[in-house]
């Protein structure tokens, strides 16, 4: 079958979907917080903010997954720096 790489040059077969990300932890609320991590090794925070109506999505770059890191994300969630998705994940 086919391959194709993602923007971490990691190769996935097309044809049958296999999930790369997959959410760790959530907040909801006005400002919300998902952590996603992947089987690769990496996480990253996407925030969405409601403000009049309008939800704004944006995110942090993806980090090498270890305990302390993905937990002091967690943690710190609200100081992270967030970007727009092509900025992130550019």
Do not use: C
Request: charged share 15%; glycine share 6%; no cysteine.
């Amino acid at each position: 079958m086919p391959e194709i790489q993602d923007y971490l040059f990691k190769y996935h077969k097309r044809g049958s979907h296999t999930v790369s990300y997959a959410i760790n932890k959530q907040t909801v609320g006005t400002t919300s917080y998902y952590q996603y991590v992947s089987t690769d090794g990496y996480w990253y925070m996407m925030r969405s903010v409601i403000d009049t109506g309008v939800t704004t999505y944006t995110y942090t770059v993806p980090v090498s997954v270890d305990a302390t890191s993905l937990a002091d994300g967690w943690t710190g969630r609200a100081a992270l720096t967030y970007k727009t998705f092509d900025e992130a994940f550019a």
